[in-house]
């Protein structure tokens, strides 16, 4: 898996630099890997549309890493089994399972 980074780092992406404000499993290629929210640096989020996913491996360098104390690096190391548990699945099954579970979550699912 790659490396995470806190929320609050500072990545450089395509030559641009963003702010990851989450994390997600997201599709990288044709399978599934680590990915980050980010908003663009300095400006942050502004509307809606200012907020991108991007998998890790498109991060080129780390400008600044983000704090994080021990309840944030148990987040990372949390994450990160997610991540490493989903790795290597390929990206259609992932989505198709995803999308399963929110069908049936807005049907009520779950609500016993």
């Known amino acids: 898996m790659a490396d995470m980074h806190a929320i609050g780092s500072v990545l450089e ?3 641009k630099r963003f702010v990851a404000v989450g994390h997600r499993v ?3 290629g044709d399978q599934m890997g680590l990915g980050y929210l980010v908003v663009p640096y300095p ?4 509307t809606p549309m200012s ?3 991007v998998p890790a491996s498109a991060v080129s360098s780390v ?3 983000g704090y994080a104390n021990d309840q944030g690096a148990s987040y990372l190391a949390d994450f990160g089994n997610l991540v490493d548990q989903s ?3 390929p990206a259609s099954e992932y989505e198709a399972s995803a999308k ?3 069908d049936f979550m ?7």
């Not at 807005?106 to 016993?112: E, F, I, P, R």
């Open 43 to 46: 400006l942050g989020y502004v």
């Open 87 to 89: 790795a290597g699945i």
């Open 26 to 28: 997201a599709r990288d």
């Open 13 to 15: 992406i395509a030559g």
């Open 100 to 102: 399963l579970l929110s």
């Open 51 to 53: 907020i991108s996913l």
């Open 63 to 65: 400008v600044h890493e």
């Open 106 to 112: 807005q049907k009520g699912g779950g609500n016993g």
